[in-house]
């Protein structure tokens, strides 16, 4: 197959970036055109992503690697792209001549993520993250509410960086010490210099840069003010698509140092229950649904590296699965979140109030998701933690997943009080039942309906996990 | 200790000071410009290594076209110089200690890795053979990088900008 096939998705989303761009250009704003060319574009680029799914090569001088773990990611992230430019049709947290810079600015970060699930250079994935993160401080600046979108903004920024500037030294310390410029390098030296303390440092700050993306502990700060500030489909990105590419990376070093002992798994570890713990303990405080998404979040990750850490091809698939089901679960959750603040404002737990009775669709599909994060039977959520703690104890790591059952225990107390919010609580003035469009009813059957489904016969997904991990371990 | 340990020596002292001096100014005119001190240290270091192709480019894009940037920009927005600290010293703290873990680290990596005191092969080179390599090798990561530099120019534009009555909500 030659390059320009191998190629394909990428290209595509960065010529549907050049339309955006071009878009900008045009002096009369008219959202109602951008959506549709933005959604249109989108679904391209999920049956792109799809055509390019067997796929298999080599790409710039050995730097980018075309093979099945990177095209199933290409394809989440089509997806995501696709899923949260569904809910740009009333995009009235953004003022109306900002829309094509924000289609623009989704689509380049989409490309940068792209990038990132198939580079091998440490080089170009060190730019590819960097270009995603750029995207996304401006992505968070273009809310109409201007001063808490500049905060928001400048605090991801700020921690960005310093997140940028340790994961430089841990490139450096790395390239010191092995000399290896790709991960395939890595992970041929790794073996054999894994007890050196430089290359474990080197290892430790290097991924640093990716638990940012991830908002694991210690680097999760920004993530309850950006998911506040920024506009509601540019938190759902954040949310969704943005974690699937650093997962990409994260899974493919961690695949490359396998070997290198036992250190690196530990300090996985040790993130990994702080990330947890965390994460669920602030989101039971939290009063805004937002800041509750952006905690519940952090916390999601630490489970997201129980895959990872697990370091087996199980403990990879359980991952990949996992990162599907986040996808889907954690988008059901903005899509109801974007409809009750019709808007564009953030909206409080209470305001959910009343919502079965306003709309028992949405009610359901929130309810769906919650439990699905919470990780209730018979949902994805379900399925992909039960692969994930499997695949740690098979590795021996049952205490990390008795400490994980306990926070999943915890987490459970602050859904359910949204589910309470949504279906007991009494609103102090009844509101009007709410009008949907019908592609937002139709949206929502189906990712209910993929929830529970595929939370009961996993078993295509699962095999897709399978072999994604196995074309990454060749 | 020969000539050139002195000479490295003291230019990195030079470079440490320079940089410190940069970081704590609050008049951004005088922080520019030790940083541009720092950065002519810089390249006489790797002059020193025997690169003096890289000790140009850092002569020439970070201290000659960067900073005069930055000097441009500083002048055009006048930009007023703060008086009082920016944030109160016990805000210094984390970051006084982060620096410190760092440090302990460095020093633990330098004591007992048994590479860290080895010599590093000398890796020179021309200029073309090395502009040649930059683009056949990593040419993905060059042309990616001009799409963050287009993804800055917008954060740049947004951010920059003033608010306007009816961008406020």
Redesign the interface.
């Known amino acids: 197959m030659n390059g320009w096939a191998l190629f394909g998705p990428e290209l595509f989303v960065f010529g549907a970036a050049l339309v955006f761009l071009a878009l900008c250009l045009v002096k009369s704003p008219s959202p109602r055109r951008d959506f549709m060319v933005a959604l249109s574009l989108a679904a391209l680029v999920v049956v792109a992503g799809l055509a390019a799914l067997k796929a298999q090569g080599t790409?710039?001088?050995e730097?980018?690697r075309v093979d099945l773990f990177s095209q199933v990611f290409k394809v989440l992230l089509a997806l995501g792209l696709f899923l949260v430019i569904c809910l740009c049709s009333r995009l009235n947290g953004v003022?109306a001549r900002?829309h094509p810079?924000f289609y623009?600015?989704l689509f380049?970060c989409t490309?940068?993520m792209m990038?990132l699930s198939s580079?091998v250079?440490l080089?170009?994935i060190?730019?590819?993250l960097?270009?995603s993160s750029?995207?996304l401080?401006?992505l968070v600046?273009?809310r109409?509410?201007?001063q808490m979108a500049?905060e928001a903004?400048?605090k991801f920024f700020l921690v960005g960086i310093t997140a940028s500037a340790v994961m430089l030294l841990g490139l450096a310390?790395l390239y010191?010490?092995t000399g290896a410029v790709t991960v395939h390098e890595l992970a041929r030296i790794l073996p054999g210099a894994a007890d050196?303390?430089?290359v474990q440092?080197g290892l430790m700050l290097t991924l640093c840069g990716f638990f940012f993306k991830l908002a694991v502990f210690p680097f999760h700060v920004w993530a309850p003010d950006v998911y506040q500030g920024a506009a509601h489909p540019a938190t759902a990105f954040i949310a969704t698509a943005s974690k699937i590419g650093a997962v990409a990376v994260l899974v493919r070093l961690a695949a490359a140092s396998e070997e290198s002992g036992t250190y690196l798994a530990h300090a996985l570890v040790a993130l990994s229950i702080l990330s947890m713990t965390v994460g669920n303990l602030a989101a039971i405080a939290q009063k805004d649904l937002k800041r509750m998404f952006a905690y519940s979040s952090i916390a999601q990750a630490g489970y997201v590296l129980i895959g990872i850490l697990s370091m087996s091809p199980d403990g990879y698939a359980a991952a990949i699965f996992y990162c599907l089901a986040l996808l889907v679960m954690k988008f059901t959750g903005f899509l109801v979140l974007v409809a009750v603040a019709f808007d564009g404002a953030n909206i409080e737990i209470a305001e959910l109030a009343g919502l079965h009775r306003r709309s028992p669709l949405l009610a359901m599909a929130l309810m769906t998701s919650l439990f699905s994060l919470a990780g209730i039977p018979p949902t994805i959520g379900f399925t992909g933690k039960f692969l994930i703690f499997n695949a740690a104890i098979a590795q021996g790591h049952l205490p990390l997943v008795l400490i994980a059952m306990v926070n999943v225990v915890i987490s459970l107390y602050y859904y359910l009080m949204v589910v309470k919010a949504a279906y007991l609580l009494e609103p102090a003035l009844d509101p009007p039942p709410m009008q949907l469009p019908a592609a937002v009813n139709v949206l929502a059957v189906a990712l209910v309906a993929f929830m529970v489904v595929f939370g009961v016969y996993p078993q295509a997904f699962i095999e897709m996990a399978r072999f994604a991990a196995a074309a990454l371990l060749k | 200790m020969n000539l050139f340990n002195i000479l490295f020596y003291s230019i990195a002292l030079l470079i440490v000071v320079s940089t410190g001096l940069a970081v704590t100014r609050r008049n951004l005119v005088h922080a520019v410009i030790y940083l541009i001190m720092s950065f002519f240290g810089s390249a006489f270091v790797f002059y020193l290594f025997g690169a003096p192709f890289l000790a140009a480019l850092m002569v020439i894009v970070y201290a000659g076209a960067i900073m005069i940037l930055f000097l441009f920009i500083i002048m055009m927005l006048r930009v007023e110089t703060p008086e009082e600290q920016l944030f109160p010293a016990r805000q210094m703290w984390p970051a006084v200690a982060v620096a410190a873990g760092y440090l302990v680290?460095g020093a633990?990596?330098a004591a007992?890795?048994?590479?860290?005191g080895a010599v590093?092969g000398p890796a020179q080179t021309e200029p073309a053979v090395f502009g040649a390599y930059v683009f056949?090798?990593?040419?993905?990561?060059v042309e990616?990088?001009s799409?963050?530099l287009?993804?800055?120019l917008?954060?740049a534009l947004?951010?920059g900008k003033r608010?306007t009555h009816?961008?406020?909500?």
């Open positions: 790409l710039f001088a730097a980018y003022e900002h810079e623009l600015l380049i490309l940068a990038l580079a250079h080089l170009s060190y730019i590819a960097e270009l750029y995207s401080y401006v600046s273009l109409r509410a201007r500049m903004s400048l310390l010191g010490a050196r303390p430089l440092v | 680290v633990l990596l007992h890795d048994p590479a860290a590093l056949r090798n990593t040419w993905l990561a990616v990088t799409l963050l287009l993804v800055a917008i954060g947004f951010i608010p009816e961008s406020e909500e």
